[in-house]
């Protein structure tokens, strides 16, 4: 015999139609994750007259000149107290939510808030679950 749970149909249309609405989103998305108010220009506005680029921030010639070296320890200090700030969202607890069902097989992040070791969720990629 034969039952339709008519529950559930409903249900499994929502959540296609959920995800059909987060396909379109992620679509429509531009590829610069770049914020107008973030970080990065943060400091462009506060030392227009210097001339770095992300990548040099993070480069030793970078301490050879007075305002670059200005320029990074304000990055440092303004990247401090945005990551001081940083709250776990939905998202963090769903990849948690999987990992704790076993369905997550590795978390990889480009994330530097930590949100993902505070969940105590692994992103070591010597973290075996094979």
Do not use: W
Request: aromatic share 10%.
């Amino acid at each position: 015999m034969l039952s339709l749970d008519i529950n559930n149909v409903k249900k499994d249309y929502e959540d296609k139609k959920e995800f059909q609405n987060i396909a379109k989103a992620i679509k429509k998305s531009k590829n610069d994750f770049r914020s107008s108010d973030g970080l990065y220009n943060l400091v462009k506005n506060k030392f227009p007259q210097a001339v770095v680029k992300g990548k040099d921030l993070f480069d030793a010639s970078l301490f050879r000149d007075p305002i670059t070296t200005k320029v990074f320890y304000t990055f440092m200090g303004e990247l401090k107290e945005i990551l001081n700030k940083a709250k776990i969202t939905p998202t963090h607890y769903f990849v948690k939510d999987l990992d704790n069902q076993g369905k997550l097989l590795r978390c990889y992040t480009q994330n530097i808030d930590s949100l993902e070791r505070r969940l105590q969720l692994s992103t070591d990629i010597n973290d075996k679950k094979m």
